[in-house]
């Protein structure tokens, strides 16, 4: 079982920025997929950004389109989510997850590997 590890959360005026990072430890295999979810309380949980290593490809959700860019540091075996013009609604614990599995797509389907999540508070 592979660990993910998210950091970079906090508290941020609207407006603002904030770098989310997820380490993942004793990798030993391609990942199809990377991606990043954010689920608030009593809510379903929202398929933010993915990104495929392999074919160079990423993948967002409307709702952060233009302001969230998802990467990856492969020497560092980190996947980052680089968030922008940070608005209330944005607010929310954010989730680091890999190896997608199946479903409809990357950022509404099924994950084999997830972090812990780190909380993300923007105030207005």
């Known amino acids: 079982q592979v660990q993910l590890v998210e950091s970079g959360g906090g508290s941020v005026q609207a407006g603002g920025s904030l770098r989310l990072s997820c380490a993942a430890s004793a990798w030993k295999y391609q990942v199809n997929y990377w991606a990043w979810f954010r689920q608030v309380p009593g809510k379903e949980r929202e398929g933010v950004a993915a990104i495929n290593p392999g074919r160079s490809l990423t993948v967002y959700a409307d709702s952060v389109k233009g302001r969230f860019t998802v990467s990856r540091d492969v020497a560092k075996n980190t996947v980052y989510l680089q968030m922008t013009s940070l608005k209330p609604e944005d607010t929310a614990m954010y989730y680091c997850?890999?190896?997608?599995?199946?479903?409809?797509?990357?950022?509404?389907?099924?994950?084999?590997?997830w972090g812990q999540g780190t909380q993300v508070t923007v105030s207005s």
């Open positions: 997850a890999a190896v997608y599995i199946g479903g409809d797509g990357p950022l509404t389907g099924a994950y084999g590997n």
